[in-house]
């Protein structure tokens, strides 16, 4: 059973970091490309970044680039998000994603939100 689960969402303030984590299980990891989404309230999911099966290859959503790092361990089966400088526009619940060829599976989500 693929299982994705998020963590390390919070509060933090305007300027502030938070790293995020995605772990994966039930499936090869390795051989999945994986992304992070984010959702604000009423919208659709936004792409923010996405990272290839060895890490050959990221992408950014414009406003994140400069501020976020997506990275994976592929030995402990998990993604990051590194968000520093974050911005009170960067409040979302954070999503993972894991995907290979037709196949998608979706993590729960993680609370952010930057305030002061």
């Known amino acids: 059973q693929v299982q994705l689960v998020e963590s390390g969402g919070g509060l933090v303030q305007p300027g502030g970091s938070l790293r995020l984590s995605c772990a994966g299980s039930?499936?090869?990891?390795?051989?999945?490309?994986m992304s992070w989404y984010r959702q604000y309230p009423g919208k659709e999911r936004e792409l923010v970044a996405s990272?290839?099966?060895?890490?050959?290859?990221?992408n950014y959503k414009d406003s994140v680039k400069g501020r976020f790092t997506i990275s994976r361990d592929n030995a402990k089966n998990t993604l990051y998000l590194q968000m520093n400088n974050l911005k009170p526009e960067d409040t979302a619940v954070y999503y993972c994603?894991?995907?290979?060829?037709?196949?998608?599976?979706w993590g729960q989500g993680t609370q952010v939100t930057v305030s002061s």
């Open positions: 990272i290839s099966s060895y890490s050959t290859t990221t």
């Open positions: 039930g499936f090869t990891f390795s051989s999945y490309g």
């Open positions: 994603k894991a995907v290979r060829g037709a196949f998608s599976s």
